[in-house]
């Protein structure tokens, strides 16, 4: 049972039924099967095996400002602005997730994978030849270099990811070894 909250008297009650979740969300109102905080902002809902995972959903507004150049070359303008576009694209894709953008319209999506690398390498296999001098942009950071190297061989020219990784020097050094150019946002996207 999903319910604002629960009468003191209720609780021992429900208690007493086997196999019965009780999970309170406070200020959220229960209409149907949908959820919708009382703030007028909704939840997003996904069944995991044994119960329910409710989340806020990523609101977080792009703030460019704060967005790091950490690589040895900038982007070039028309690289910045597809970096920008594909930031705002990648929120949405469910995690592990990797966007390649090329004149500001996806080519290739790699959604949902367990490894960053491999989400990176369903991403370069659905653009095609249009990955190369594409941009790509990481919902999280890079654990390990393998992903920006397929990046690479593919063609991909600019990164932008949220960074944070205890190996972000290892991940600055693949990108200049291969002439990218790479932003750390300082925020991660997760969508699960």
Avoid at 48 to 76: C, I, M, W
Avoid at 87 to 104: D, E, F, P, Q, Y
Avoid at 178 to 189: D, E, N, P, V, Y
Wanted: charged share 25%; hydrophobic share 45%.
């Amino acid at each position: 049972i999903i319910a604002p909250g629960f009468d003191d008297d209720a609780l021992p009650l429900l208690r007493l039924r086997k196999n019965l979740e009780i999970l309170a969300v406070p200020n959220a109102l229960v209409e149907g099967r949908r959820l919708r905080r009382t703030d007028d902002h909704a939840f997003d809902l996904k069944r995991v095996a044994g119960g329910l995972l409710v989340q806020t959903p990523d609101e977080s507004v792009t703030e460019e400002g704060n967005f790091k150049v950490v690589t040895e070359r900038t982007p070039t303008l028309e690289e910045l602005t597809d970096l920008l576009f594909a930031w705002r694209c990648v929120r949405h894709v469910t995690s592990n997730a990797i966007v390649l953008v090329k004149g500001l319209a996806s080519v290739g999506v790699g959604p949902g994978q367990l490894s960053r690398v491999v989400a990176v390498e369903v991403a370069v296999r659905k653009a095609g030849e249009n990955a190369r001098l594409a941009v790509m942009a990481s919902d999280a950071y890079f654990p390990f270099p393998d992903g920006i190297e397929v990046a690479a061989r593919a063609g991909v020219t600019a990164i932008i990811q949220p960074g944070g990784s205890l190996r972000d020097a290892m991940m600055i050094e693949t990108a200049n070894k291969h002439r990218m150019a790479m932003l750390f946002t300082g925020r991660r996207h997760f969508k699960h």
